[in-house]
């Protein structure tokens, strides 16, 4: 196994053999790195909060257009300039030292999602905007963590993205009068499978070291559950 700092810069997910990248762990490994991507779990996130709390599908599709617009394309289209122009080797920036700036540009897109819903949503506008709003609080964290340490990016954003379903799933709605919910808290534990394959995969593909994925898994687990807590304890939700 490689020492914890090795991969911080050296290894990403083109550093394994050839035959390795072939096999079959190495499919998996990368299809699931592709699918649950960090630039795809916020859009999804805010639709289905929506679809929980009942708001009807036209509200559904422009939260998710907004989710896609400003924490999936703006910094994606950094990373593909950065890209054309060989600055990074890939889509998913295996350099560590390079990953700062697109988490920089990724912060400030996200705060373009919060103002945008809070002023145009009609379902839980207030929750919307602090649920996209502390992603990208979470990120600036993240991004400041990378500085000395290669945080899993893919698993903090799905125990992220776990932890805010699960607060949702757990949080009574007076105010919606929810007739039907599609969340429970029994269904989103169920995504903790998915992210111990998340993390499987991403040391499988010599992305990171298993303390490096379990340290974003932790991150994305724990703190925005806490956050929103919080938030409820002072009644801003």
Not at 193 to 206: F, H
Request: glycine share 8%.
């Amino acid at each position: 196994m490689l020492p914890d700092g090795a991969s911080a810069d050296s290894f990403g997910p083109d550093a394994r053999s050839p035959a390795d990248a072939r096999s079959l762990g190495g499919w998996v490994a990368r299809v699931l790195s592709h699918t649950v991507n960090p630039l795809v779990l916020p859009p999804l996130l805010l639709g289905l909060v929506l679809a929980h709390l009942g708001a009807p599908l036209s509200e559904i599709g422009w939260a998710v257009s907004v989710g896609v617009a400003f924490c999936a394309l703006l910094p994606l289209a950094y990373v593909a300039r950065l890209l054309r122009a060989r600055r990074v080797r890939s889509l998913e920036i295996p350099e560590r030292a390079r990953r700062r700036g697109p988490l920089l540009v990724s912060v400030v897109a996200y705060l373009g999602a919060p103002a945008v819903l809070w002023t145009t949503a009609e379902t839980a506008a207030a929750l919307l905007a602090i649920l996209v709003g502390l992603h990208a609080g979470n990120t600036a964290l993240i991004l400041v963590v990378t500085l000395r340490w290669k945080i899993s990016i893919h698993t903090a954003a799905l125990g992220s993205f776990i932890s805010m379903l699960m607060f949702v799933a757990q949080t009574p709605w007076p105010e919606l009068a929810l007739e039907a919910t599609l969340l429970s808290p029994g269904a989103v534990s169920g995504l903790l499978l998915l992210l111990g394959a998340l993390m499987w995969a991403r040391v499988r593909l010599g992305a990171h070291t298993p303390a490096q994925a379990a340290g974003g898994a932790l991150f994305g687990l724990v703190l925005p559950y806490a956050e929103l807590s919080m938030l409820a304890v002072g009644r801003f939700l």
